[in-house]
């Protein structure tokens, strides 16, 4: 594994072209908030403009905080839909970081879009799979159009691999469930594959139903 860093800005050497778009992605319990909070920290040591946004349907600790699995954490804005992220963070924004984006819809991919052209550095933290290992959300735009990507893994409790998969341990079909340190574990393949086996009917898909 390789350590990402942020792309180069050399004081001296005025930007050309200042927005773009990076995705931190991963499984459950990977470490992509704590990615995304280190980088907007040297943001703002680097007296950069930063804002932070996650979905109003995360509350899991605390409605204002962006808040990891470490318990570091640092003031966002909940929103319920993408569009308020371009009117919140309009006007002299350097660094817009959003948590959490997999539960946004796919506009998010649009205004992530309009903020990078627009000269905003945009960074985008998520799950890059559903607790059946399928693409979650926007993400799979989001990684297309990014240019960088940094997929962070956690450690599979069964066996000690790396691990990419968040396997849900209770009985839910909704792709949306929030509470996740009881109804979640990291699992490599195939592990996540063997747990899958030994509980087959806990998923609609696998007895034929469509959607999610
Ligand atoms: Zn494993």
């Known amino acids: 594994m390789s350590l990402f860093t942020e792309p180069r800005r050399f004081p001296l050497d005025p930007p050309r072209h200042r927005g773009w778009l990076e995705v931190i992605c991963g499984s459950m319990f990977s470490g992509k908030t704590e990615e995304l909070i280190r980088r907007l920290t040297r943001a703002r040591i680097a007296r950069q403009r930063v804002e932070i946004f996650k979905p109003a349907l995360d509350t ?48 998010l991919v649009d205004v992530c879009r309009q903020l990078a052209d627009g000269g905003t550095r945009v960074i985008v933290a998520g799950l890059d799979m559903d607790f059946r290992g399928r693409p979650f959300g926007p993400m ?17 409790v069964c066996c000690g691999e790396l691990a990419a ?48």
Do not use: M, W
């Not at 899991?60 to 909940?78: E, F, M, W």
């Open 60 to 107: 899991r600790y605390h409605a204002q905080d962006v808040v990891s699995h470490n318990h570091t954490s640092i003031r966002s804005t909940p929103v319920q839909l993408p569009s308020e992220i371009l009117l919140l963070a309009g006007g002299g924004t350097d660094v817009v970081g959003i948590d959490e984006a997999q539960f946004f819809d796919e506009s």
């Open 140 to 156: 799979p735009a989001l990684l297309a159009t990014a240019e960088f990507v940094t997929k962070v893994h956690a450690v599979c």
């Open 165 to 212: 998969y968040s396997y849900r341990t209770v009985p839910s079909a909704s792709q949306v469930l929030l509470g996740e340190t009881e109804a979640y574990e990291a699992r490599c393949r195939p592990c996540f594959l063997a747990g899958e086996a030994a509980q087959p009917l806990r998923d609609p898909a696998r007895q034929g139903a469509a959607g999610r």
